[in-house]
């Protein structure tokens, strides 16, 4: 776009020179008839120039090349499906950390009475179109609670710039309208619904179909059973809030623990009986002692962070799920992911050998999984989980090692807000730490799982978060992690 930018500025200055220079010989027209000479220059401007101007092959050449540019990156560019999860994310956003639209809409990251969350160095902010986007995602899926918060928004934003037009935009003020009025309409709320499809005929009076739905809300409200829709809202002017996900009150700020529960955490060097670690012990700080979550500070150095994603990079994909005895995406895992071998680098071998070191436990094939390296861009974040299988039917159990029976998560970046893994019977949340790495024990003593690992990824606010996840099975860690006597435990 530079490129084309730069050789059409060139060749309209070119232009502009022709055009001055036909002005300033033909400003008299009854002297360019009676001159022989501006008569013979006017005919061979008309006749040879005028159609180089319009049939202008450096034009066609620029345009040419624009198109050119575009198809060598067209495979790299953002599809329907990016667009529309980008979309997506900022209503996850909205949801969990109770986030305005008008506030986003604006750049400001803020919930209600307290404090930014987040406060970019650079404020941007969404144009009526981007809000109509995203309304358009939720009203698509009939999602009309956050349809009727974003199309507001871009009504609001259409009025003041009414009869102006960008490039960029593909809807308009009616647009908006028409889908707003329908989204208070499938919400029950007649008669805003037919204020707003009155307001969409001032500006185009002939669209039959909205004239349509103007008598028909009319009939409606006349024969009163268009007072209550699809949600009855008791005079209020919006629908119902929708039900906070589960994990939404842990995400912005972790609630303070018990003071009784503080007393047995503390940080610790850890050597754990092993030799790898006597000349540089872990750094451990426990979280909590049930669920047993324990946090160890530089267990990674930045070098072999970037070493890792490096690796990982070129084989993202976008991460799935277990789903009875298939694996597939869903949206409540938003992140792409790769797996890495411990032959892969000498920095993922030396990775594995830490990991059995501070956990005592046998990482070797197969009684561990290959490294997952995950990535959170935009709304990133993974809904309330257990990493253990809960069905013997679990893909997991083809590795015939077993459960999962323990956790190890790698943070390889820092992020500037969001990200919490939030643990959510055992009411806690642990925010991003670079470098550090989180273990948790997935399976009692007993081998049942741990109902208070429930945990869920906290959406990303802002930021790139990376973590790596290594997952340990149950066979293999027989004199590890023996049973206990009390069949309870």
């Known amino acids: ?144 609670y956050h349809s009727i918060a974003w199309l507001e928004e871009a009504v609001s934003l259409f009025r003041l710039s009414y009869g102006s037009w960008n490039l960029e935009d593909r809807s308009s003020l009616e647009d908006a309208l028409d889908h707003l009025a329908f989204s208070y309409f499938m919400a029950g709320n007649i008669s805003h619904a037919l204020s707003l499809s009155r307001e969409f005929l001032r500006y185009d009076p002939s669209n039959q179909r909205v004239s349509r739905n103007v008598v028909k809300y009319e009939k409606l409200l006349e024969m009163g059973t268009g007072a209550r829709g699809r949600w009855d809202w008791q005079g209020c002017h919006g629908p119902p809030q929708p039900l906070s996900p589960p994990h939404a009150l842990l995400c912005p700020l972790s609630p303070q623990p018990a003071p009784e529960r503080l007393l047995q955490l503390d940080c610790s060097y850890e050597t754990n009986s092993s030799p790898y670690l006597l000349l540089q012990p872990a750094k451990k700080e426990m979280v909590r002692i049930q669920p047993y979550v324990a946090l160890y500070h530089d267990f990674i150095t930045d070098a072999e962070a970037e070493t890792i994603k490096g690796l990982a990079g070129p084989w993202l994909q976008r991460s799935v799920v277990a789903s009875g005895e298939k694996q597939q995406k869903a949206e409540y895992r938003i992140s792409k992911s790769a797996w890495l071998k411990d032959t892969a680098d000498p920095v993922v071998r030396a990775l594995d050998q830490r990991i059995a070191a501070v956990t005592g436990l046998d990482l070797r094939p197969p009684y561990a999984e290959y490294l997952q390296v995950v990535n959170y861009g935009l709304g990133g974040h993974y809904e309330p989980h257990f990493d253990h299988a809960t069905s013997m039917k679990s893909p997991l159990y083809r590795m015939k090692s077993g459960n999962r029976i323990a956790t190890i998560m790698i943070y390889l970046s820092a992020v500037e807000a969001g990200g919490s893994t939030a643990f959510i019977y055992a009411n806690f949340s642990v925010p991003v730490v670079k470098n550090a790495a989180l273990f948790w024990w997935n399976l009692r003593r007993n081998g049942n799982g741990d109902g208070d690992t429930l945990h869920a990824g906290c959406p990303v606010l802002a930021g790139d978060k990376w973590v790596a996840n290594k997952w340990i099975h149950e066979h293999g860690q027989e004199f590890r992690r023996p049973c206990s006597a009390d069949p309870q435990d």
């Not at 986007?133 to 999602?143: E, I, N, R, S």
Request: with cysteine; proline share 5%.
């Open 1 to 144: 776009l530079r490129s084309y930018l730069r050789d059409e500025s060139s060749r309209l200055r070119r232009l502009r020179r022709f055009y001055e220079k036909v002005q300033a010989l033909h400003q008299d027209p009854k002297a360019s008839v009676d001159n022989p000479l501006l008569a013979f220059s006017l005919i061979k401007r008309l006749h040879s120039d005028w159609p180089n101007v319009i049939y202008s092959d450096e034009a066609t050449r620029n345009t040419q090349a624009l198109h050119a540019g575009l198809r060598e990156v067209e495979q790299e560019l953002p599809g329907t499906e990016d667009l529309d999860g980008a979309a997506r994310a900022l209503m996850r956003l909205q949801d969990v950390y109770a986030l305005s639209v008008k506030g986003l809409a604006n750049g400001v990251f803020q919930r209600a009475g307290h404090p930014p969350l987040y406060s970019p160095s650079r404020r941007v902010s969404l144009s009526a179109d981007d809000c109509f986007h995203v309304g358009k995602v939720a009203y698509d899926t009939g999602d009309y």
